[in-house]
């Protein structure tokens, strides 16, 4: 591939100078529209690209991985995760998966802190009151939330952004607590000052804030279903930035509706762009839509990673953020 410059047909609207490098280095095909590509449409570029730069708007399965071209050996996603990619038929089709990891930490991390403090303090509420053109001034009882300090945090998934996010709880007086398949280093726990927690059950039932920090993945999906909602304390709050479906929605919502959980947070849906109607009429629930990484630096780091990854390819070497490294 070192001979030609390789075809990269990029799926969704990029920042405007990775489009303008993309361009430079390679034979780029954009999307200036910013409509996610149909399924048809996936499946025409994939038959046509060496290089297909996708993100998590495109579900590429096995019936669509199976129509790519043979020239398609590379899909360089945009973004960190990979759950809406087909990893075990990329590599039947000898396509490889490459990610943009490392870049949306803090970003994630600076969002799932603004839902920790926002939900319990009920900002979101006070907001939409005054807008609304009711607010008749200072009450000793108006909107009385929740002092978040002193609080127990409960993380799920201790990762990189899970660990940024302890880091900033540690500084407002949370106490942190976390639940992994496996425990981490003993030096991150003790700088953390965090407190493992090997059954999940247990860490639910005991926490004020719990933070879904975890990959998604087939043992994660409803991870937190209606039997593991119904262990959390009436006055405890959900976050969620990680993926929709690692929460069973429905039952969420039927939770906050019956008041058996206080409130909760969440950037990422089940079934995005659609929102579980029980979930959009609720005061004690703030939804955002998909941002937790929408900054300028974050976006334009991804792009800086993908073309990283796509050149390196091109040139015939091995990718820095290889997904299927077992596989070259």
């Known amino acids: 591939m070192a001979s030609k410059r390789p075809l990269v047909v990029v799926t969704r609207k990029l920042p ?8 430079e280095l390679f034979d780029t095909r954009l999307n200036t529209t910013d409509e996610p590509m149909s399924s048809h449409q ?15 708007t495109d579900r590429l399965g096995p019936d669509m991985l199976s129509e790519a071209g043979g020239n398609l050996k590379l899909l360089a996603n945009f973004g960190a995760g990979v759950d809406h990619i087909d990893l075990n038929a ?12 490392g870049v949306l930490t803090s970003d994630t991390a600076d969002l799932t802190m603004s839902l920790i403090l926002s939900v319990p303090r009920r900002t979101s509420e006070g907001e ?4 609304s053109g009711e607010w008749n001034g200072w009450s000793p009882t108006m909107l009385l939330g929740r002092r978040v300090a002193g609080k127990r945090l ?3 998934g201790l990762g990189r952004i899970g660990s940024a996010v302890a880091r900033r709880a540690k500084a407002f007086g949370i106490s942190i607590h976390y639940h992994n398949r496996r425990r981490v280093d ?9 407190t493992y927690w090997e059954s999940l059950d247990q860490m639910l039932a005991r926490m004020d804030i719990i933070s879904i920090n975890c990959p998604r993945t087939p043992a994660t999906y409803h991870l937190l279903n209606a039997r593991r909602l119904a262990l959390l304390q009436p006055d405890a709050y959900i976050v969620n930035t990680s993926r929709g ?5 429905a039952a969420l919502g039927q939770a906050l509706r019956d008041g058996r959980i206080a409130g909760a947070g969440l950037d990422v849906y089940e079934r995005e762009p659609a929102v579980d109607p029980s979930l959009m009429g609720l005061d004690n629930c703030v939804l955002l839509p998909h941002m937790a990484s929408a900054t300028q630096e974050a976006r334009t780091e991804m792009g800086e990673k993908v073309i990283i990854n796509i050149k390196a390819f091109a040139d015939g070497h091995k ?3 290889r997904v299927l490294q077992s596989m070259f």
Request: aromatic share 0%; charged share 30%; no cysteine.
């Open 186 to 194: 003993p030096d991150l726990e003790a700088e953390l000052e965090a």
């Open 90 to 101: 990329a590599k039947e089709k000898g396509i490889m998966v490459t990610n943009t990891p």
């Open 154 to 156: 409960g993380i799920i």
């Open 16 to 23: 405007a100078s990775i489009e303008t490098r993309l361009m």
């Open 245 to 249: 479906d690692v929460i069973d929605e």
């Open 128 to 131: 939409r009151l005054l807008r």
């Open 42 to 56: 996936l499946i025409e570029a994939a038959k046509e690209a060496d290089v297909l730069v996708p993100t998590v």
């Open 319 to 321: 990718p820095p953020d």
